[in-house]
T-cell receptor, first 113, second 110 residues
Framework: KAGVTQTPRYLIKTRGQQVTLSCSPISGHRSVSWYQQTPGQGLQFLFEYFSETQRNKGNFPGRFSGRQFSNSRSEMNVSTLELGDSALYLC????????????FGPGTRLTVT | AQRVTQPEKLLSVFKGAPVELKCNYSYSGSPELFWYVQYSRQRLQLLLRHISRESIKGFTADLNKGETSFHLKKPFAQEEDSAMYYCALSGGSGTYKYIFGTGTRLKVLA
Protein backbone atom coordinates (compact mmCIF):
# COMPACT_ATOMS: atom_id res chain seq x y z
CA LYS A 1 0.00 0.00 0.00
CA ALA A 2 1.09 3.58 -0.60
CA GLY A 3 3.17 5.21 2.09
CA VAL A 4 2.75 8.53 3.83
CA THR A 5 3.06 11.42 1.41
CA GLN A 6 3.89 15.03 2.16
CA THR A 7 3.63 18.08 -0.05
CA PRO A 8 5.45 20.15 -0.92
CA ARG A 9 8.85 18.54 -0.46
CA TYR A 10 10.72 21.85 -0.37
CA LEU A 11 9.69 25.38 0.51
CA ILE A 12 11.50 28.66 0.78
CA LYS A 13 9.71 31.46 2.61
CA THR A 14 10.68 34.80 4.05
CA ARG A 15 10.32 35.94 7.63
CA GLY A 16 6.83 37.02 8.55
CA GLN A 17 5.10 34.91 5.93
CA GLN A 18 2.92 31.93 6.67
CA VAL A 19 3.09 28.41 5.29
CA THR A 20 0.82 25.38 5.02
CA LEU A 21 2.17 21.86 4.77
CA SER A 22 0.11 18.84 3.81
CA CYS A 23 0.24 15.19 4.79
CA SER A 24 -1.68 12.21 3.44
CA PRO A 25 -1.53 9.19 5.76
CA ILE A 26 -1.51 5.55 4.83
CA SER A 27 -4.98 4.40 3.91
CA GLY A 28 -6.84 3.27 7.01
CA HIS A 29 -4.61 5.17 9.42
CA ARG A 30 -6.59 7.65 11.46
CA SER A 31 -3.81 9.14 13.56
CA VAL A 32 -1.46 11.75 12.11
CA SER A 33 1.41 13.29 14.05
CA TRP A 34 3.71 16.14 13.12
CA TYR A 35 7.33 16.56 14.13
CA GLN A 36 10.00 19.18 13.62
CA GLN A 37 13.48 17.81 12.94
CA THR A 38 16.60 19.95 13.25
CA PRO A 39 20.28 18.99 13.62
CA GLY A 40 20.52 20.65 17.01
CA GLN A 41 17.24 19.61 18.61
CA GLY A 42 16.57 16.28 16.95
CA LEU A 43 12.95 15.22 16.61
CA GLN A 44 10.45 17.41 18.41
CA PHE A 45 6.77 16.57 18.65
CA LEU A 46 4.35 19.24 17.43
CA PHE A 47 0.91 17.67 17.65
CA GLU A 48 -1.20 14.64 16.90
CA TYR A 49 -4.62 14.44 15.31
CA PHE A 50 -7.07 11.60 15.46
CA SER A 51 -10.52 11.65 13.86
CA GLU A 52 -10.23 15.38 13.18
CA THR A 53 -9.43 16.16 16.83
CA GLN A 54 -6.12 17.21 18.30
CA ARG A 55 -5.40 14.71 21.06
CA ASN A 56 -1.82 15.62 21.93
CA LYS A 57 0.22 18.76 21.66
CA GLY A 58 3.92 19.52 22.09
CA ASN A 59 5.58 22.65 23.45
CA PHE A 60 5.45 24.91 20.44
CA PRO A 61 4.07 28.44 20.25
CA GLY A 62 0.59 29.12 18.99
CA ARG A 63 2.01 30.12 15.59
CA PHE A 64 2.06 26.40 14.88
CA SER A 65 -1.36 24.93 14.25
CA GLY A 66 -2.87 22.03 12.44
CA ARG A 67 -6.02 20.31 11.42
CA GLN A 68 -7.25 17.01 10.13
CA PHE A 69 -9.93 16.37 7.59
CA SER A 70 -12.55 13.65 7.49
CA ASN A 71 -10.41 11.61 5.09
CA SER A 72 -7.58 11.72 7.69
CA ARG A 73 -5.42 14.02 5.59
CA SER A 74 -3.78 16.65 7.73
CA GLU A 75 -2.38 20.11 7.28
CA MET A 76 0.04 22.05 9.40
CA ASN A 77 0.22 25.83 9.37
CA VAL A 78 2.96 28.10 10.64
CA SER A 79 2.20 31.80 10.77
CA THR A 80 4.61 34.72 11.11
CA LEU A 81 7.60 32.63 10.15
CA GLU A 82 10.88 33.10 11.98
CA LEU A 83 14.38 32.09 10.89
CA GLY A 84 14.40 29.43 13.62
CA ASP A 85 11.46 27.68 11.96
CA SER A 86 13.78 26.40 9.24
CA ALA A 87 13.65 22.64 9.62
CA LEU A 88 12.48 19.36 8.19
CA TYR A 89 8.84 18.81 9.10
CA LEU A 90 7.86 15.19 9.33
CA CYS A 91 4.42 13.70 9.31
CA UNK A 92 3.73 10.21 10.65
CA UNK A 93 0.62 8.09 10.62
CA UNK A 94 -0.47 5.06 12.59
CA UNK A 95 -3.53 2.99 13.22
CA UNK A 96 -6.09 4.14 15.74
CA UNK A 97 -4.63 2.44 18.77
CA UNK A 98 -2.49 4.03 21.43
CA UNK A 99 0.64 2.03 20.70
CA UNK A 100 2.14 0.64 17.58
CA UNK A 101 4.49 1.64 14.85
CA UNK A 102 4.47 5.09 13.29
CA UNK A 103 5.03 5.38 9.56
CA PHE A 104 6.86 8.48 8.48
CA GLY A 105 6.65 10.56 5.36
CA PRO A 106 9.68 11.96 3.53
CA GLY A 107 9.27 15.35 5.12
CA THR A 108 8.95 18.92 3.92
CA ARG A 109 12.16 20.92 4.03
CA LEU A 110 11.25 24.50 5.03
CA THR A 111 13.83 27.23 4.69
CA VAL A 112 13.02 30.66 6.10
CA THR A 113 15.17 33.54 4.86
CA ALA B 1 8.16 13.81 33.96
CA GLN B 2 7.73 11.57 30.96
CA ARG B 3 10.82 11.51 28.81
CA VAL B 4 13.20 9.45 26.73
CA THR B 5 16.89 10.15 27.18
CA GLN B 6 19.64 9.29 24.74
CA PRO B 7 22.81 10.57 26.39
CA GLU B 8 25.07 10.39 23.34
CA LYS B 9 24.58 12.74 20.42
CA LEU B 10 27.33 11.05 18.44
CA LEU B 11 28.85 7.62 18.73
CA SER B 12 31.82 6.61 16.56
CA VAL B 13 33.02 3.02 16.39
CA PHE B 14 35.27 1.06 14.08
CA LYS B 15 33.89 -1.55 11.72
CA GLY B 16 33.67 -4.89 13.50
CA ALA B 17 33.53 -3.35 16.97
CA PRO B 18 30.51 -3.83 19.25
CA VAL B 19 27.90 -1.07 19.38
CA GLU B 20 25.64 0.00 22.22
CA LEU B 21 23.30 2.94 21.85
CA LYS B 22 21.88 3.95 25.20
CA CYS B 23 18.26 4.78 25.92
CA ASN B 24 16.67 5.48 29.29
CA TYR B 25 13.06 6.38 29.84
CA SER B 26 10.87 7.87 32.51
CA TYR B 27 7.22 6.94 32.30
CA SER B 28 4.57 5.91 34.78
CA GLY B 29 2.77 2.90 33.46
CA SER B 30 3.74 0.21 30.97
CA PRO B 31 4.95 1.81 27.78
CA GLU B 32 5.91 0.15 24.55
CA LEU B 33 9.49 0.87 23.50
CA PHE B 34 10.84 1.29 19.97
CA TRP B 35 14.01 2.02 18.09
CA TYR B 36 13.70 4.00 14.87
CA VAL B 37 16.49 4.53 12.34
CA GLN B 38 17.06 7.15 9.67
CA TYR B 39 19.65 6.38 7.02
CA SER B 40 21.04 9.18 4.88
CA ARG B 41 18.37 10.51 2.51
CA GLN B 42 15.81 7.95 3.67
CA ARG B 43 12.69 8.14 5.78
CA LEU B 44 12.65 7.55 9.46
CA GLN B 45 11.59 3.93 9.90
CA LEU B 46 11.02 1.41 12.63
CA LEU B 47 14.03 -0.77 13.42
CA LEU B 48 12.59 -2.84 16.23
CA ARG B 49 10.09 -2.86 19.09
CA HIS B 50 10.47 -4.49 22.46
CA ILE B 51 7.37 -6.63 22.29
CA SER B 52 8.56 -8.48 19.20
CA ARG B 53 11.86 -9.50 20.82
CA GLU B 54 13.48 -10.02 17.46
CA SER B 55 16.84 -9.19 15.95
CA ILE B 56 16.79 -6.85 12.96
CA LYS B 57 19.96 -6.32 10.89
CA GLY B 58 21.87 -7.87 13.79
CA PHE B 59 20.52 -5.35 16.32
CA THR B 60 18.80 -6.35 19.53
CA ALA B 61 17.34 -4.37 22.39
CA ASP B 62 16.20 -5.63 25.76
CA LEU B 63 13.75 -3.78 27.93
CA ASN B 64 15.03 -3.51 31.49
CA LYS B 65 12.15 -2.28 33.57
CA GLY B 66 14.23 -2.10 36.74
CA GLU B 67 16.73 0.26 35.16
CA THR B 68 14.12 1.78 32.81
CA SER B 69 16.46 1.23 29.91
CA PHE B 70 16.15 -0.03 26.35
CA HIS B 71 19.67 -0.03 24.99
CA LEU B 72 20.31 -1.01 21.36
CA LYS B 73 23.16 -3.43 20.75
CA LYS B 74 25.00 -5.04 17.90
CA PRO B 75 28.04 -7.28 18.35
CA PHE B 76 29.85 -6.29 15.15
CA ALA B 77 29.21 -2.91 13.57
CA GLN B 78 29.11 -2.53 9.80
CA GLU B 79 29.62 0.61 7.75
CA GLU B 80 26.03 0.49 6.52
CA ASP B 81 24.84 0.85 10.13
CA SER B 82 25.89 4.50 10.04
CA ALA B 83 22.67 6.43 10.60
CA MET B 84 20.63 8.43 13.09
CA TYR B 85 18.94 6.31 15.74
CA TYR B 86 15.97 7.40 17.83
CA CYS B 87 14.57 5.64 20.86
CA ALA B 88 10.85 6.16 21.42
CA LEU B 89 8.09 5.09 23.71
CA SER B 90 4.37 4.84 23.27
CA GLY B 91 2.03 5.20 26.20
CA GLY B 92 -0.14 2.31 27.19
CA SER B 93 -3.88 2.00 26.98
CA GLY B 94 -5.72 5.20 27.80
CA THR B 95 -3.03 7.57 26.64
CA TYR B 96 -1.87 8.35 23.17
CA LYS B 97 1.49 9.92 23.79
CA TYR B 98 4.44 8.99 21.65
CA ILE B 99 7.75 10.32 22.96
CA PHE B 100 11.04 10.36 21.05
CA GLY B 101 14.55 10.81 22.37
CA THR B 102 16.85 13.39 20.83
CA GLY B 103 18.67 10.77 18.78
CA THR B 104 22.17 9.38 18.50
CA ARG B 105 24.19 9.59 15.32
CA LEU B 106 26.16 6.40 14.81
CA LYS B 107 29.26 6.58 12.63
CA VAL B 108 30.97 3.34 11.75
CA LEU B 109 34.52 3.95 10.63
CA ALA B 110 36.32 1.74 8.12
Amino acid sequence: KAGVTQTPRYLIKTRGQQVTLSCSPISGHRSVSWYQQTPGQGLQFLFEYFSETQRNKGNFPGRFSGRQFSNSRSEMNVSTLELGDSALYLCASRLAGASGEQYFGPGTRLTVT
Amino acid sequence: AQRVTQPEKLLSVFKGAPVELKCNYSYSGSPELFWYVQYSRQRLQLLLRHISRESIKGFTADLNKGETSFHLKKPFAQEEDSAMYYCALSGGSGTYKYIFGTGTRLKVLA
